[in-house]
Nanobody, 119 residues
Framework: QVQLVESGGGLVQAGGSLRLSCGAS????????MGWYRQAPGKQRELVAE???????NYADSVKGRFTISRDNAKNTVYLQMNSLKPEDTAVYYC?????????????WGQGTQVTVSS
């Protein structure tokens, strides 16, 4: 099991930057997949960026070149640096962790942090 706590959301003007943090309650090296999702009002939750199994990264097309996911293993923390923010990036951002045990897959979510980008 793992608890995830996000921070760093807020209100920013278009073109600005924010950095989100996700602290995990266990060693993130023991977590198979960690990443960020977002959900805008009236829309489905969507993948933003993630560290896949093996440590490679995967980004949504809409954020490539603007967002960067990174991690600090010593702090058990994953970050999402968001640059050149656009109003369409406005959403609640959620940290996600997936743990695989045999054929079972366990999904964990943080409480979410609001990001609002004004035009």
């Amino acid at each position: 099991q793992v608890q995830l706590v996000e921070s760093g959301g807020g209100l920013v003007q278009a073109g600005g930057s924010l950095r989100l943090s996700c602290g995990a309650s266990r060693n993130i090296l023991s977590i198979n997949v960690m990443g960020w999702y977002r959900q805008a009002p009236g829309k489905q939750r969507e993948l933003v960026a993630e560290f896949t199994i093996g440590g490679s990264t995967n980004y949504a097309d809409s954020v490539k070149g603007r967002f960067t996911i990174s991690r600090d293993n010593a702090k058990n923390t994953v970050y999402l640096q968001m640059n050149s923010l656009k109003p369409e990036d406005t959403a609640v951002y959620y940290c996600n962790a997936e743990i695989f045990k045999g054929t079972a897959r366990y999904d964990y979510w943080g409480q979410g942090t609001q990001v609002t980008v004004s035009s």
